[in-house]
């Protein structure tokens, strides 16, 4: 490799940390949106191997770190065995997410410049009523975690 693909390399690498910490603030600004009432203890905190996961259909798991994804705005993990693939959906509220752990792919069908791989510290965000198919490629489960102001939903695209 040489020097030039080094830096190039390197810069792609700090590019995407800086996307990564920017959407983590905004999570964080989120956070105080879906914390809670101001009765709730001062800090909270989970250890990983504890988390309670809601088990879906299909190699799927979605855990809530803040708020409630069924009822309202939310933090929450979302888990995907290697391999799966969802049919092309939408949502009636926009989410952003932070891949923690995989290989994934966020995209619109029959739109290829969407198709991208994301690496675990990248980032992707959908808007409302957009169809989109969700994937963790081979090799690895893979680890989202996503933000809504709204409560999680599904339907199939048209």
Known sequence: ??????????VK???GLLRSIALLAMIGQAQTAVAG???T???????????????????????????????????????????????PHIHSHSYVG???????????????????????????SINAGVPHISECLAGSECLFATQSDGPFDSAPAD
């Open 37 to 39: 009432p101001d009765d």
């Open 41 to 87: 203890e001062r800090t909270a905190r989970t250890i990983f191997g504890e988390i309670v996961w809601n088990e879906f259909p299909g190699g799927r798991a979605i855990a809530d770190v803040v708020g409630d994804f069924k009822t309202g705005p939310h933090l929450k993990f979302v888990r995907f065995d290697a391999g799966v693939k969802t049919l």
């Open 98 to 124: 932070i891949v923690v752990k995989g290989r994934a792919r966020h995209f619109e069908p029959g739109n290829p410049s969407t198709e991208t791989i994301l690496e675990p510290g990248s980032t992707w």
């Open 1 to 10: 490799m040489t020097f030039l693909d080094c830096r190039t390399q390197a």
């Open 13 to 15: 690498v700090a590019s």
